[in-house]
DNA sequence: CATTGCCGTGTTGTGAACAATACTGTTAAC
DNA sequence: GTTAACAGTATTGTTCACAACACGGCAATG
């Protein structure tokens, strides 16, 4: 499952760069062409991503690109806002000098991009700052959990930067997670991750009530 | 992939119920014989199972059981608290009065279980009660997230019930998460639910010490 | 005109055969 | 006595072909 393996990464990584949209139909011919793999290997990577939740797949039927509502994301980020509050926590109590000094730059970083506005970087470095934070924290199971949460709701995180002020209030919740990190305050940590995240599902929230695709 | 599934709910069941121990070697041919289907099941089986964490593949070395570490089922454990917490939270906002009264009737026979002494029935029971929760939650992507959890550690829990004096501890442990929830009160249950498996977590610890194996 | 039955096409599900790889025990050499 | 090379076996990885099923259009019927 050497080569396998790499199929359902590339597999994952064009459905998370938007390559196959929500909904569409995976045929396992065309896929296995494309990547210039035997159907064989195309089927263990559907399985493999069923199981992350990021295809769906049918009895008979094939596979499509899953469909996440905004009320599933509402559920993957509280969910994540639990197990992302461990995380903070942990980090708090196991940072390393050097890790310390990584979460400021990534967060002088995120003022940077705010300050000029671009919400491309600003998304990117978001996740670059909760991806270390996982590192941090050494917790295998919590990280790996936290992973695919995210990337299950990827598609809604994105257009979250994308709303007017929303950068900003980011920005200093980040700031507060980050400060509760460097000064070892494993409950501040938890606690200003919670909070972030409670705001980001007040954005989907508001959004749920009339939206009813993507 | 009607017949598959099943095939995989048996395999994941006889893994459960230890009729494959971990380390065990899991044979494609083998198992095809067992379940009376062909080697793609299996196949498809093994990966599924490998994605949730219950089996361990490596390339062209074949698939055993995996062997979770008494370190790795603290994680587990943590995690879980992290994420029941939130169910025990949302079960209290959300039980029914029929809800209610099925977690007092499942306290009952918990109670009833530890003044017989009967390990087995309360370990079932006590299984019966946080899956129960989850139900009342309605919270679909914590309810697979903690199924999987539990799951992976399955072995481990079944030795704490084996544990001199535990049952009774566990018990007043329940009974405080069964009153919050029925008093409606989401954040005692939180907390009360968090004290459970961090007492649980405890106990591992303590083992973590002096055991190396299984 | 609506509905039902039927057939053709596309796609998945499954089984069998073959190739490639890793493990085991044996023999030979140093 | 220890190590290295070697063959034999067991198991996985891959490909192919075919059967099973679902969907679409078309025609026949009421």
Redesign the pocket.
């Known amino acids: 499952?050497a080569?396998?393996a790499s199929v359902t990464d590339q597999l994952r990584d064009d459905i998370l760069e938007g390559a196959f949209p929500p909904g569409e139909r995976?045929?396992?011919?065309q896929l296995a062409e494309r990547y210039g793999?035997?159907?064989?290997?195309i089927?263990a990577a559907l399985v493999e991503l069923d199981a992350e939740g990021l295809v769906r797949?049918e009895?008979?039927?094939?596979?499509t690109v899953r469909r996440i509502s905004v009320t599933e994301a509402v559920e993957i980020t509280q969910a994540r806002a639990a197990l992302e509050g461990l995380i903070a926590g942990l980090a708090a109590e196991r940072a390393t000098d050097g890790e310390r000094d990584e979460l400021c730059a990534l967060l002088a970083e995120m003022t940077d991009a705010v300050e000029h506005e671009d919400k491309l970087a600003y998304s990117k470095l978001n996740r670059a700052l909760h991806g270390t934070l996982c590192r941090i924290a050494r917790h295998r199971v919590a990280d790996d959990l936290v992973a695919n949460l995210r990337n299950r709701a990827a598609h809604h995180q994105f257009r979250l930067a994308l709303v007017p002020g929303r950068a900003a209030e980011s920005l200093a919740q980040h700031r507060a997670i980050v400060e509760a990190v460097t000064a070892g305050d494993g409950p501040a940590a938890e606690a200003a991750m919670r909070d972030h995240l409670a705001s980001v599902i007040d954005v989907l929230r508001h959004w749920e009530a009339f939206d009813t695709r993507a």
């Open positions: 499952m080569i396998a995976l045929i396992e011919l793999v035997g159907r064989a290997a089927r797949r009895a008979n039927r094939g596979a």
